[in-house]
């Protein structure tokens, strides 16, 4: 699956493009291992 | 631990980050209601996301290994965590997931990619930040 294509959730369990996350200015991109 | 010790970091430097024209956010891996729970007790003062078929992950070639566990040096960084305050606590998401950072330009260039080797291997902010280009 191309990255621009997938879609993430927020907080609050909504559905969020990725893309959206670089569509006005460029964007880090932290990876985490787990939440712990 | 190394979650918590990379938000940390980044949490830091989230000013210059901005100051260079780019957004910053995070990305973990399990359900929204772990990633919540986290963000509130760590304080997370940038966006946090999370990806809970790791989708973007298997994307980037973000490794997922057993094996790292194993390493001299992964103990090492992981002493380096605890003694800077980040303990372990409860594992929530993968917990043989890596992690890594990327930037990606508003075209949806990736411009930089670091898989982490193993547990703990975070990208050097320093150098990140400085290769930021706002173009």
């Given amino acids: 699956m191309q990255l621009h294509n997938i879609t ?19 964007v880090v991109i932290a990876f985490l291992r787990h939440y712990g | 631990m190394f979650c918590r010790e990379q938000v940390a970091r980044l949490s830091k430097r989230v000013d210059e980050i901005h100051a260079r024209g780019h957004h910053l956010v995070a990305i973990g891996n399990g359900a929204p209601y ?78 930089f990619l670091h898989v982490d080797d193993d547990m703990g291997d975070h990208a050097d902010l320093d150098s990140v930040i400085a290769g930021l280009d706002p173009a």
């Fill in chain 2, 34 to 111: 772990m990633a919540k729970a986290f963000a509130e007790n760590e304080n997370i003062t940038f966006p946090l996301y999370t990806d809970p078929g790791k989708d973007a992950y298997k994307a980037l070639g973000l490794k997922n290994s057993k094996a790292g566990i194993l390493k001299p040096a992964v103990w090492k960084r992981g002493l380096r965590a605890t003694m800077s305050g980040h303990k372990q606590t409860g594992v929530r998401g993968d917990p043989f997931q890596n992690g890594g950072l990327a930037v990606v330009g508003p075209d949806g260039t990736l411009r």
């Fill in chain 1, 8 to 26: 993430i959730k927020t907080l609050e369990d909504e559905d969020y493009a990725i893309a959206d996350l670089w569509r006005d200015k460029p």
